[in-house]
């Protein structure tokens, strides 16, 4: 799943919520849209939270 200047979270249900963070816990964004820019981020592993209507599920990415 490397990325370098943006990816799309697709899911068979509504998505509320995006949060991205690094691996140290620092917010990097929170958007309600499912298509990120990546484009200013350092290189390095990102985690998502995806927020639904019934639950959270984390992913981890790799901007490159």
């Known amino acids: 799943n490397p ?3 943006s990816f799309e979270i697709k ?6 919520k995006v949060i ?3 691996l140290s816990g620092k917010l990097i964004a929170s ?5 990120i820019d990546c484009s200013q ?3 390095g592993t990102y985690l ?5 209507d019934n639950s959270v599920t984390t992913l981890k990415f790799i901007k490159d």
């Open 20 to 22: 991205v963070a690094d």
């Open 48 to 52: 998502i939270q995806v927020w639904s």
């Open 11 to 16: 899911s068979s249900g509504k998505i509320n």
């Open 3 to 5: 990325a370098q200047n």
């Open 31 to 35: 958007v309600k849209t499912t298509k």
């Open 41 to 43: 981020w350092s290189r």
